[in-house]
């Protein structure tokens, strides 16, 4: 007796093909949880806020003092020039939002030697104010940030929601996470 892909050879290989595709490419949803499509993973938790120093803030963030607030963490840079691009938008929606509650903060790589860039940057953009740390390698590194300007929304309990590039997207997320909380 002759096996079905003895008989039908080209169909074989299509069914074979058809399967081993998928495979190679890594994208096969029987074999592995659909992806985040975001930067950074949902879920993250958001880690201690270990960095040099801050700016534009008389009192710190932490931890426990973000506990059961949405926070939108901006890691960017001065010297990188989409994050300079997208500040104006961030800075309009942060005006939306954080009579809302909402909490922004702002994370950058830039050393206690690059302050003065930071400081100087700061006024340049209408409605930035929200506290910057600096020198916040760590912390960014920990969120798993794989490059700059990366925007991520962490729900009250301190794990990611949603992270992007850009703030295309952030106030639907944030308005979702608002309305869960009322």
Not at 43 to 69: C, F, M, S, Y
Not at 110 to 136: C, H, L, M, N
Request: aromatic share 8%.
């Amino acid at each position: 007796m002759k096996s079905f892909f003895t008989r039908r050879p080209l169909l074989g290989l299509l069914l074979l093909a058809a399967l081993l595709i998928p495979l190679r490419s890594g994208c096969s949803s029987r074999l592995a949880p659909p992806a985040d499509t975001g930067p950074v993973g949902a879920g993250t938790p958001l880690p201690p806020l270990q960095v040099a120093g801050w700016i534009n803030t008389d009192t710190p963030p932490t931890r426990e003092t973000l506990k059961g607030h949405v926070v939108v963490v901006d890691c960017w840079a001065t010297w990188c020039p989409p994050c300079r691009a997208e500040m104006p938008h961030l800075a309009k929606i942060a005006a939306a939002y954080q009579p809302q509650g909402v909490i922004f903060i702002g994370l950058t790589p830039e050393s206690a030697g690059d302050r003065a860039k930071i400081e100087q940057f700061i006024p340049t953009v209408a409605g930035f104010d929200w506290a910057v740390g600096y020198q916040a390698g760590l912390p960014i590194e920990q969120m798993g940030v794989p490059g700059y300007p990366t925007l991520i929304a962490f729900g009250p309990d301190g794990r990611a929601r949603w992270s992007a590039h850009s703030s295309d997207g952030l106030t639907r997320v944030l308005d979702e996470l608002l309305s869960k909380g009322k």
